[in-house]
């Protein structure tokens, strides 16, 4: 395989894998039309993607260690964790609004990846989860991590609805909504947890 394309020809491979394996499935796709999307030909890419099965790798490795890059740098730069929440919140809801048709392909696609690409996307993703645990922790330290664990799942399950739930609302509605939603769903007491225990 050759070089690995680099800066702005990557992100527009990856950009129009991830529409194409969106609009029309990994198994709608060919590489031709992976090629065409970007202006080149199939074959041009395979000198840097041995096939369809490594460019989906790629489209979902990138966004996880974004995503996990991003959150880092956003806590370290928080002033409190209450600050860092709300950054989290920001930044995730960013990627929601502006690039749904990766989480399209990631609900839809993750079983097409290999062993090695899908370990490291879910290793990525951990990493991810356990920064937003992290921060809860400080501003929930009555709740087990399970908890907050199950807690940052959930308001995912919230913010990654976009494809689905955005409906006519414009880009700075959606944004707020979601972010008033999502603190209100990470910052709430879990009277359940107690009653759980008593079990």
Do not use: C
Not at 9 to 24: D, N, P, S, V
Not at 60 to 89: H, T
Request: without cysteine.
């Amino acid at each position: 395989m050759g070089s690995r394309p680099t800066g702005e020809r990557r992100t527009a491979i990856l950009g129009a894998a991830a529409e194409l394996f969106a609009e029309r499935g990994f198994r709608g796709v060919t590489i031709d039309d992976l090629g065409r999307a970007v202006g080149t030909s199939g074959p041009a890419l395979y000198r840097h993607f041995p096939g369809k099965e490594a460019l989906l790798g790629e489209v979902l490795v990138d966004i996880s260690d974004r995503l996990a890059r991003q959150g880092a740098e956003l806590v370290a730069a928080a002033r409190d964790s209450r600050e860092a929440l709300d950054l989290l919140l920001r930044g995730h809801i960013a990627f929601a609004l502006d690039e749904p048709a990766l989480i399209t392909v990631h609900d839809r696609e993750l079983g097409h990846l290999t062993e090695a690409d899908l370990y490291r996307v879910r290793r990525l993703q951990r990493g991810y989860v356990e920064q937003w645990v992290g921060v809860l922790a400080d501003l929930r330290p009555h709740d087990s991590d399970d908890v907050l664990r199950a807690a940052v799942h959930a308001a995912f399950g919230l913010l990654n609805s976009t494809p689905h739930s955005r409906g006519g609302l414009g880009r700075e509605e959606m944004a707020d909504l979601l972010r008033t939603m999502g603190t209100a769903a990470l910052t709430a007491p879990v009277a359940v947890a107690a009653n759980s225990a008593a079990h």
